[in-house]
Protein backbone atom coordinates (compact mmCIF):
# COMPACT_ATOMS: atom_id res chain seq x y z
CA UNK A 1 0.00 0.00 0.00
CA UNK A 2 1.29 3.36 -0.78
CA UNK A 3 0.67 6.80 1.10
CA UNK A 4 -2.04 9.09 -0.11
CA UNK A 5 -1.06 11.97 -1.57
CA UNK A 6 -4.83 13.33 -0.42
CA UNK A 7 -5.46 16.75 0.62
CA UNK A 8 -8.49 16.85 3.10
CA UNK A 9 -10.69 19.65 2.94
CA UNK A 10 -11.70 19.39 6.77
CA UNK A 11 -14.69 21.42 8.20
CA UNK A 12 -14.34 24.02 11.19
CA UNK A 13 -10.25 23.45 10.28
CA UNK A 14 -8.57 27.12 8.79
CA UNK A 15 -9.76 29.77 11.29
CA UNK A 16 -6.62 31.35 10.64
CA UNK A 17 -6.53 33.29 14.63
CA UNK A 18 -3.97 34.42 16.33
CA UNK A 19 -5.28 33.15 20.11
CA UNK A 20 -3.13 35.45 21.88
CA UNK A 21 -3.18 33.54 24.95
CA UNK A 22 0.03 35.30 26.38
CA UNK A 23 -1.62 38.78 26.57
CA UNK A 24 -5.55 38.95 27.80
CA UNK A 25 -5.45 41.43 30.29
CA UNK A 26 -8.17 43.63 30.48
CA UNK A 27 -6.89 46.48 29.47
CA UNK A 28 -5.60 44.81 26.38
CA UNK A 29 -9.04 43.31 25.89
CA UNK A 30 -10.87 46.67 26.13
CA UNK A 31 -8.40 47.54 23.73
CA UNK A 32 -9.18 45.07 21.79
CA UNK A 33 -12.99 46.00 21.83
CA UNK A 34 -12.67 49.45 21.27
CA UNK A 35 -10.74 48.69 18.05
CA UNK A 36 -12.18 50.15 14.65
CA UNK A 37 -11.61 46.67 12.96
CA UNK A 38 -12.83 44.96 15.60
CA UNK A 39 -15.36 42.57 14.54
CA UNK A 40 -17.75 40.53 16.62
CA UNK A 41 -20.05 37.44 15.87
CA UNK A 42 -23.36 36.45 17.88
CA UNK A 43 -24.88 33.25 18.78
CA UNK A 44 -28.28 32.33 19.91
CA UNK A 45 -28.23 28.89 21.35
CA UNK A 46 -25.19 27.99 19.61
CA UNK A 47 -26.44 28.53 16.34
CA UNK A 48 -24.66 31.41 14.38
CA UNK A 49 -25.75 34.69 12.71
CA UNK A 50 -25.07 34.54 8.82
CA UNK A 51 -26.82 36.85 6.18
CA UNK A 52 -29.07 36.05 3.96
CA UNK A 53 -26.12 36.12 1.37
CA UNK A 54 -24.44 33.19 3.02
CA UNK A 55 -21.97 34.72 5.43
CA UNK A 56 -21.00 35.16 8.29
CA UNK A 57 -22.82 38.12 10.18
CA UNK A 58 -20.43 40.23 11.88
CA UNK A 59 -21.04 43.54 13.42
CA UNK A 60 -18.71 46.19 15.65
CA UNK A 61 -18.96 44.89 19.24
CA UNK A 62 -20.11 48.70 19.86
CA UNK A 63 -23.17 47.80 17.91
CA UNK A 64 -24.29 45.20 20.53
CA UNK A 65 -24.27 47.43 23.21
CA UNK A 66 -27.87 47.94 24.83
CA UNK A 67 -28.52 43.97 23.42
CA UNK A 68 -28.75 41.46 26.19
CA UNK A 69 -26.08 39.37 26.05
CA UNK A 70 -25.78 35.98 27.74
CA UNK A 71 -22.54 35.44 30.07
CA UNK A 72 -19.64 34.86 29.83
CA UNK A 73 -19.80 38.17 27.74
CA UNK A 74 -17.69 39.30 24.83
CA UNK A 75 -15.82 36.41 24.38
CA UNK A 76 -12.73 37.03 22.47
CA UNK A 77 -11.48 34.19 19.93
CA UNK A 78 -8.56 36.01 19.40
CA UNK A 79 -7.16 38.14 16.22
CA UNK A 80 -7.04 37.74 12.61
CA UNK A 81 -5.56 39.38 9.13
CA UNK A 82 -8.38 42.35 9.92
CA UNK A 83 -8.21 42.65 13.85
CA UNK A 84 -9.45 41.28 16.90
CA UNK A 85 -12.48 38.95 16.58
CA UNK A 86 -15.28 38.42 19.48
CA UNK A 87 -18.24 36.27 19.65
CA UNK A 88 -21.61 37.07 21.77
CA UNK A 89 -23.91 35.10 22.86
CA UNK A 90 -27.42 36.83 23.00
CA UNK A 91 -30.82 35.92 24.13
CA UNK A 92 -33.25 34.64 21.70
CA UNK A 93 -35.35 37.49 21.62
CA UNK A 94 -33.28 40.26 19.92
CA UNK A 95 -34.83 42.74 17.74
CA UNK A 96 -31.17 42.61 15.47
CA UNK A 97 -32.67 39.41 13.39
CA UNK A 98 -34.10 41.52 10.24
CA UNK A 99 -31.38 40.89 8.38
CA UNK A 100 -29.67 37.81 8.92
CA UNK A 101 -30.92 34.72 10.76
CA UNK A 102 -29.23 32.15 13.54
CA UNK A 103 -29.21 28.85 11.97
CA UNK A 104 -27.94 25.44 13.51
CA UNK A 105 -24.36 25.03 12.77
CA UNK A 106 -24.98 21.64 11.29
CA UNK A 107 -26.62 23.42 8.64
CA UNK A 108 -24.20 25.76 8.11
CA UNK A 109 -21.51 23.52 7.91
CA UNK A 110 -22.21 22.33 4.30
CA UNK A 111 -21.70 25.96 2.85
CA UNK A 112 -20.70 28.68 4.87
CA UNK A 113 -16.59 28.97 3.74
CA UNK A 114 -14.20 27.09 5.97
CA UNK A 115 -12.14 29.73 7.85
CA UNK A 116 -15.71 31.53 8.81
CA UNK A 117 -16.95 27.87 9.72
CA UNK A 118 -13.59 27.29 12.11
CA UNK A 119 -14.23 30.60 13.81
CA UNK A 120 -18.04 29.93 14.29
CA UNK A 121 -17.10 26.48 15.77
CA UNK A 122 -14.59 27.88 18.13
CA UNK A 123 -17.39 30.08 19.43
CA UNK A 124 -19.60 27.20 19.50
CA UNK A 125 -17.59 24.71 21.61
CA UNK A 126 -16.53 27.75 24.47
CA UNK A 127 -19.84 29.08 25.02
CA UNK A 128 -21.02 24.97 25.60
CA UNK A 129 -18.20 24.66 27.82
CA UNK A 130 -18.47 27.74 29.66
CA UNK A 131 -22.70 27.25 30.01
CA UNK A 132 -21.72 23.28 31.49
CA UNK A 133 -19.22 24.52 33.52
CA UNK A 134 -20.57 27.71 35.73
CA UNK A 135 -19.51 26.60 39.00
CA UNK A 136 -16.34 25.40 40.26
CA UNK A 137 -15.63 21.57 40.29
CA UNK A 138 -13.43 21.92 43.11
CA UNK A 139 -15.44 23.54 45.65
CA UNK A 140 -18.84 24.09 44.03
CA UNK A 141 -18.92 28.35 44.15
CA UNK A 142 -19.55 29.91 40.82
CA UNK A 143 -16.02 30.79 38.87
CA UNK A 144 -15.83 33.23 36.20
CA UNK A 145 -14.99 33.38 32.96
CA UNK A 146 -11.25 34.58 32.89
CA UNK A 147 -8.97 35.95 30.06
CA UNK A 148 -11.74 37.05 27.26
CA UNK A 149 -13.29 33.30 27.99
CA UNK A 150 -9.73 31.37 27.59
CA UNK A 151 -10.58 29.82 31.09
CA UNK A 152 -12.60 30.55 34.32
CA UNK A 153 -11.61 30.93 37.55
CA UNK A 154 -12.44 30.67 41.04
CA UNK A 155 -11.91 32.89 43.47
CA UNK A 156 -13.16 30.95 46.43
CA UNK A 157 -10.54 28.45 46.27
CA UNK A 158 -8.35 30.04 43.51
CA UNK A 159 -8.56 27.35 41.52
CA UNK A 160 -8.44 27.85 36.94
CA UNK A 161 -10.53 25.39 34.91
CA UNK A 162 -9.63 25.39 31.31
CA UNK A 163 -11.95 24.50 28.12
CA UNK A 164 -11.86 20.58 27.69
CA UNK A 165 -11.72 19.02 24.19
CA UNK A 166 -12.72 15.25 24.16
CA UNK A 167 -11.25 13.37 22.11
CA UNK A 168 -12.32 10.56 19.77
CA UNK A 169 -11.02 8.01 17.43
CA UNK A 170 -13.51 7.37 14.22
CA UNK A 171 -11.82 4.73 12.36
CA UNK A 172 -12.14 2.75 8.82
CA UNK A 173 -11.33 -0.81 9.47
CA UNK A 174 -10.19 -2.47 5.95
CA UNK A 175 -9.70 -5.48 4.67
CA UNK A 176 -7.90 -6.05 1.28
CA UNK A 177 -10.26 -3.47 -0.94
CA UNK A 178 -13.04 -3.12 1.53
CA UNK A 179 -13.96 -1.06 4.41
CA UNK A 180 -16.53 -1.90 7.25
CA UNK A 181 -18.92 0.57 7.81
CA UNK A 182 -21.63 0.82 10.40
CA UNK A 183 -24.91 2.49 11.04
CA UNK A 184 -26.34 3.90 14.07
CA UNK A 185 -30.45 3.47 15.73
CA UNK A 186 -32.06 6.50 14.10
CA UNK A 187 -29.92 7.46 11.32
CA UNK A 188 -31.46 7.88 7.72
CA UNK A 189 -31.85 4.93 5.39
CA UNK A 190 -28.57 3.33 4.13
CA UNK A 191 -26.69 5.93 5.94
CA UNK A 192 -23.08 4.13 6.92
CA UNK A 193 -20.02 5.64 8.38
CA UNK A 194 -17.10 5.63 9.63
CA UNK A 195 -16.49 3.74 13.33
CA UNK A 196 -16.14 5.68 16.67
CA UNK A 197 -16.05 6.14 20.08
CA UNK A 198 -14.63 8.07 22.86
CA UNK A 199 -10.76 7.21 23.77
CA UNK A 200 -11.08 5.94 27.95
CA UNK A 201 -8.90 7.66 30.28
CA UNK A 202 -5.40 5.22 30.41
CA UNK A 203 -5.44 4.07 27.22
CA UNK A 204 -4.07 5.25 23.88
CA UNK A 205 -5.34 6.01 20.74
CA UNK A 206 -4.25 3.17 19.04
CA UNK A 207 -5.78 0.85 22.14
CA UNK A 208 -9.11 3.15 21.85
CA UNK A 209 -9.54 2.47 18.59
CA UNK A 210 -8.66 -1.60 18.91
CA UNK A 211 -11.20 -1.88 22.05
CA UNK A 212 -13.81 0.17 19.96
CA UNK A 213 -14.31 -1.90 17.12
CA UNK A 214 -14.13 -5.18 19.13
CA UNK A 215 -16.89 -3.89 21.09
CA UNK A 216 -19.01 -2.59 18.33
CA UNK A 217 -18.62 -5.22 15.66
CA UNK A 218 -16.48 -7.66 17.51
CA UNK A 219 -13.26 -7.47 14.97
CA UNK A 220 -9.51 -7.72 15.89
CA UNK A 221 -7.70 -4.97 14.21
CA UNK A 222 -4.02 -3.55 14.26
CA UNK A 223 -1.78 -1.80 11.87
CA UNK A 224 -3.93 1.58 13.27
CA UNK A 225 -2.56 4.29 11.60
CA UNK A 226 -3.48 7.64 12.37
CA UNK A 227 -4.46 10.05 9.56
CA UNK A 228 -5.78 13.41 10.31
CA UNK A 229 -7.85 15.11 12.71
CA UNK A 230 -10.65 17.64 13.00
CA UNK A 231 -12.45 19.66 15.93
CA UNK A 232 -15.76 19.01 15.91
CA UNK A 233 -18.33 21.38 18.11
CA UNK A 234 -21.24 19.17 19.64
CA UNK A 235 -20.05 20.59 21.86
CA UNK A 236 -16.14 19.66 21.77
CA UNK A 237 -14.69 16.68 20.50
CA UNK A 238 -11.31 16.16 18.59
CA UNK A 239 -12.14 13.80 16.57
CA UNK A 240 -9.02 11.26 15.54
CA UNK A 241 -9.45 9.54 12.01
CA UNK A 242 -7.90 6.42 11.52
CA UNK A 243 -7.43 3.86 9.13
CA UNK A 244 -7.09 0.03 11.17
CA UNK A 245 -6.47 -3.46 9.41
CA UNK A 246 -8.46 -7.12 10.00
CA UNK A 247 -7.33 -10.29 8.47
CA UNK A 248 -10.99 -11.76 7.98
CA UNK A 249 -14.03 -10.33 7.06
CA UNK A 250 -16.32 -11.52 9.82
CA UNK A 251 -18.25 -10.07 12.16
CA UNK A 252 -20.33 -9.53 15.02
CA UNK A 253 -23.03 -6.24 15.26
CA UNK A 254 -23.34 -5.40 18.84
CA UNK A 255 -26.91 -4.21 18.84
CA UNK A 256 -26.46 -2.66 21.91
CA UNK A 257 -24.23 0.38 19.54
CA UNK A 258 -24.87 -0.29 16.43
CA UNK A 259 -27.97 -0.81 13.82
CA UNK A 260 -26.03 -2.72 11.52
CA UNK A 261 -22.74 -2.69 9.96
CA UNK A 262 -21.41 -3.60 6.55
CA UNK A 263 -18.70 -4.21 4.11
CA UNK A 264 -18.58 -2.10 1.26
CA UNK A 265 -15.86 -2.59 -1.63
CA UNK A 266 -13.75 0.15 -2.62
CA UNK A 267 -15.47 0.10 -6.46
CA UNK A 268 -18.95 0.48 -4.76
CA UNK A 269 -17.51 3.32 -2.49
CA UNK A 270 -16.00 5.37 -5.32
CA UNK A 271 -19.21 5.22 -7.08
CA UNK A 272 -21.01 6.15 -4.80
CA UNK A 273 -19.27 9.57 -3.80
CA UNK A 274 -19.81 9.76 -7.75
CA UNK A 275 -23.34 9.23 -7.71
CA UNK A 276 -23.42 6.34 -9.82
CA UNK A 277 -24.30 4.06 -6.83
CA UNK A 278 -26.68 4.26 -4.04
CA UNK A 279 -25.51 1.40 -1.98
CA UNK A 280 -25.39 3.45 0.81
CA UNK A 281 -26.15 6.90 1.47
CA UNK A 282 -22.42 8.63 2.39
CA UNK A 283 -21.71 10.71 4.94
CA UNK A 284 -21.66 14.52 5.15
CA UNK A 285 -19.11 16.39 3.25
CA UNK A 286 -18.46 18.58 6.38
CA UNK A 287 -17.42 15.35 8.32
CA UNK A 288 -14.05 13.56 9.01
CA UNK A 289 -15.63 10.24 8.01
CA UNK A 290 -16.23 11.83 4.57
CA UNK A 291 -12.54 12.91 4.14
CA UNK A 292 -11.17 9.49 5.51
CA UNK A 293 -13.25 7.78 3.03
CA UNK A 294 -11.82 9.99 0.05
CA UNK A 295 -8.69 9.42 1.53
CA UNK A 296 -9.07 5.53 1.05
CA UNK A 297 -10.19 6.11 -1.97
CA UNK A 298 -7.18 8.16 -3.22
CA UNK A 299 -5.10 5.54 -1.18
ZN1 LIG B 1 -13.44 26.64 43.69
Not at 114 to 129: M, N
Request: hydrophobic content about 35%.
Amino acid sequence: MTDSHFIPRMAFTGAKLDHVEDKRDILTLKTYLKNPKARALMLINGKPAVTKEGHLKTCHPDDLVGQNIIAPGPMFLGLDDEGPVFAFALTDDQSMTAESEFQEMRAIASWLDQPSLAVAGRAKSLFDWHYSHRFCSTCGKESQSTAGGMYRHCKSCETDHFPRVNPVAIMLVIHEDHCLMGRSPGWPDKAFSALAGFISPGESLEEGCAREVKEEVNVDVHSVKYVFSQPWPFPSQLMMGITCQTDSRDFKVNKKELDDAQWFSKETVQNVFSGSDDSFLRPPGFTIANQLLRYWLAE
